[in-house]
Nanobody, 120 residues
Framework: VQLQASGGGLVQAGGSLRLSCVGS????????VGWFRQVAGKERELVAA????????YYTDSVKARFTISRDGAKNTVYLQMNSLEPEDTAVYYC??????????????WGQGTQVTVSS
């Protein structure tokens, strides 16, 4: 599975962004797909994930009620809608996929990072 992430950018606090992760080479139908983020000098953190087959979702506490992960089977794409962004959300965001739930930093497949910067 090849993953292509996009959608990052610079936004003011309170604003919104939508990240996209497009999978190619294989459908996501048997995978968990999610988003990690990493700030320089810190460990990579799982932000949100979705189990493709069952629609099960996970959110880290700091993004609950602000971020929404969703999937589009026709486009083999996972989205992360990020609302009410805070400066603390600034990081490089990576999408990842693995046949096993839950996702971890040892996930099999990774996309390139996309930078999200939230100004105060």
């Amino acid at each position: 599975v090849q993953l292509q992430a996009s959608g990052g950018g610079l936004v003011q606090a309170g604003g919104s962004l939508r990240l996209s992760c497009v999978g190619s080479g294989r459908t996501f139908s048997r995978y968990a797909v999610g988003w990690f983020r990493q700030v320089a000098g810190k460990e990579r953190e799982l932000v949100a994930a979705i189990s493709w087959a069952y629609g099960r979702t996970y959110y880290t506490d700091s993004v609950k009620a602000r971020f929404t992960i969703s999937r589009d089977g026709a486009k083999n794409t996972v989205y992360l809608q990020m609302n009410s962004l805070e400066p603390e959300d600034t990081a490089v965001y990576y999408c990842a996929a693995d046949p096993v739930w839950p996702l971890t930093t040892r996930s099999d497949y990774w996309g390139q990072g996309t930078q999200v910067t939230v100004s105060s």
